[in-house]
C-alpha cells in the first residue's frame, strides 16, 4: 500500500511517561499505522516530571499528538487548555493533539478502554448485569476511569482500596459511588468484580492482593499487561475466578486515541497482535 500523508495529521506521535520501557503502546500505534499506510511514526519519550510541562510546549509548537501514562495523566489533564467531557469528569488525560490554532487538547480514552475490558470479562463470566459491589485497587489516572464507567452501573459501588487514603480524595469528591479505605492485607469487602489499577505486577510477579485475600466468586480485571498475561490473573484464574489482565483496555484506548487523531478506525486486530502471543479474542471493539 502506498504511504498516505494529510497535511491535517499530526506531525509525529508520542507517548509520555515515566518510565516508558515497559510500554507496548509504540510496537501497537506502529502495526496500526502500518496497515493503514500512513507515513508517520510512534515513539516513546521518557520524560521526568519536572520536564513534562517544556516537554508539552514543544510537541505543541510542532503539532504532535500522543499518548499519556503513569505517571503524566493527572499533570497533562491539568496542562491542556480543551478536555472532552470525560476527561474533565476523570481529571485524567491518557490522549492529546493540537487543535488549529495551536490549542492542546486531551481526551481521556482509558474510559472506553476499561469498559470494552470489563463488559467483555463479565459477558464471559455470564455477570453482566450482577455487579453491585466493586474492589478498585489504586487511586491514579486508570482508577480515575473506572470510577466514571461504574458511575453509569445501575446501583453499583466501589470501595477503592489506597495505600494513601488521602490521596483517593479528588475521586471520592467527585463521585458518590466511590468510598475509600486503606489498602490492608485484610480479605477484601464482598464485591462481585475486582480491579487493580496500581503498576504491582508490571516489573515483577508480585500480586496486588493476595489470592486468598479475594471476595468468592469475583470477576478478576488486572490493568497491569503482559504478553503472557499477569501473574496475578493466572493465579486468580487457576484459584477458579473468572480472569483477564489488561491487554484487550490496552487495544481499545488505542484503538480510541487513533480514530481521534486520524478520523479512522485502526485494525484492532493487527493491534492485538503486536502486542500478544496469544489468540485474537472475539468482539474487539465490543
Ligand atoms: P498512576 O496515576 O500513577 O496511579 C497509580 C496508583 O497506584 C496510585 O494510586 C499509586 O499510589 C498506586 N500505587 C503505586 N504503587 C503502589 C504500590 N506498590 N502499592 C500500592 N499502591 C501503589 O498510574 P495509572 O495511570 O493509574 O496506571 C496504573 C496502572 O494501570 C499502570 O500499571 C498502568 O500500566 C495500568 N494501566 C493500564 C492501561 C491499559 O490500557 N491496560 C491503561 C491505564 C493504566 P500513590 O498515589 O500512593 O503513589
Given amino acids: 500500500m502506498p504511504a498516505l500523508h494529510d497535511a491535517s495529521w499530526p506531525s509525529r506521535l508520542v507517548l509520555l511517561g515515566h518510565p516508558v520501557g515497559h510500554a507496548l503502546s509504540p510496537r501497537m500505534q506502529q502495526a496500526a499505522l502500518a496497515a493503514a499506510g500512513i507515513d508517520r511514526s510512534y515513539e516513546a519519550l521518557d520524560v521526568a516530571p519536572a520536564a513534562l510541562n517544556d516537554t508539552l510546549a514543544e510537541l505543541a509548537s510542532e503539532r504532535a499528538a500522543g499518548n499519556v501514562t503513569i505517571p503524566h495523566k493527572r499533570a497533562v489533564a491539568s496542562a491542556c487548555v480543551e478536555q472532552t467531557p470525560l476527561a474533565e469528569r476523570s481529571g ?9 490554532g495551536g490549542t492542546l487538547c486531551g481526551d481521556n480514552t482509558d474510559v472506553a478502554g476499561f469498559e470494552a475490558a470489563a463488559n467483555a470479562l463479565l459477558r464471559g463470566a455470564a455477570m453482566c448485569d450482577t455487579v453491585r459491589d466493586v474492589v478498585l485497587i489504586g487511586a491514579g489516572g486508570a482508577a480515575a476511569a473506572v470510577c466514571v464507567v461504574t458511575s453509569s452501573w445501575p446501583e453499583c ?17 467527585q463521585f458518590e459511588h466511590v468510598r475509600v479505605e486503606p489498602l490492608t492485607r485484610a480479605p477484601l469487602p464482598p464485591a462481585q468484580l475486582v480491579v487493580n489499577a496500581t503498576p504491582i505486577g508490571l516489573a515483577s510477579s508480585a500480586h496486588p492482593v493476595a489470592i486468598d485475600a479475594l471476595p468468592r466468586g469475583a470477576a478478576v480485571l488486572d490493568l497491569v499487561y503482559a504478553r503472557a498475561e499477569t501473574a496475578w490473573v493466572r493465579a486468580a484464574r487457576g484459584a477458579g475466578h473468572p480472569a483477564a489482565d489488561g491487554l484487550r483496555m490496552l487495544v481499545e484506548q488505542g484503538a480510541a486515541a487513533f480514530t481521534r487523531w486520524f478520523g479512522r478506525e485502526p485494525d484492532r486486530g493487527v493491534m492485538w497482535r503486536a502486542v500478544t502471543d496469544r489468540e485474537t479474542p472475539g468482539e474487539l471493539g465490543g
Wanted: charged share 20%.
Fill in 92 to 100: 485524567a488525560v491518557n490522549t492529546f493533539w493540537v487543535a488549529a
Fill in 157 to 173: 459501588t466501589v470501595t477503592l482500596l489506597a495505600r494513601d487514603p488521602a490521596r483517593a480524595d479528588p475521586l471520592t469528591r
